[in-house]
């Protein structure tokens, strides 16, 4: 089990990216949500691979996408806004983001080895609902903290 940290001040224009966005990315997982697809769709009782070769969207009601953040492994560990369009980097060069405490490279030493203690070797992307940020913000912490082991993810208040 793991505890990822991030800082409420770093990410404060991420979730005023997403919370703002008229339209919302949907990570893998939520592709599978029956309760982001269109309709007609779920009356086809598509099976698993049927969703899989519809990952270009089509099935989802972009309504239903809910406004948050990615969690995303791959070049360290850090979250994004899952808003359209793309949230730019205060500099203007790639995508706004901010890494988990200890897991940024050219930054933390040991980045690669603790992002796979933590979420295992695979790059992934989850999301994090906007809920998580706003209770964080309201108990009055510095830190959005999202404990992490191989079955699931829970916010830690």
Known sequence: MATLSFKIS???????????????RACLDQHFDENLWKEEFKKRKVSDDEVFSELNGSHLD??????????????????????????????????????????????????YDAARRALGGDDMVCFIPLEWYDLSV????????IRVNKNSMSLVL
């Open 62 to 111: 972009g309504d239903k996408i809910p406004a948050g953040f990615w969690l995303v492994k791959d070049q360290g560990v850090y979250l994004m806004s899952n808003g359209l369009p793309v949230d730019k980097a205060p500099d203007g060069k790639g995508m706004n983001i901010s890494h988990a405490k200890g897991l940024k490279p050219g930054v933390d030493v040991d980045w």
């Open 10 to 24: 770093d990410i404060k224009n991420m979730a005023e990216h997403a919370r703002a966005a008229k339209e919302h």
């Open 138 to 145: 309201e108990k009055g912490k510095r830190t959005l903290s």
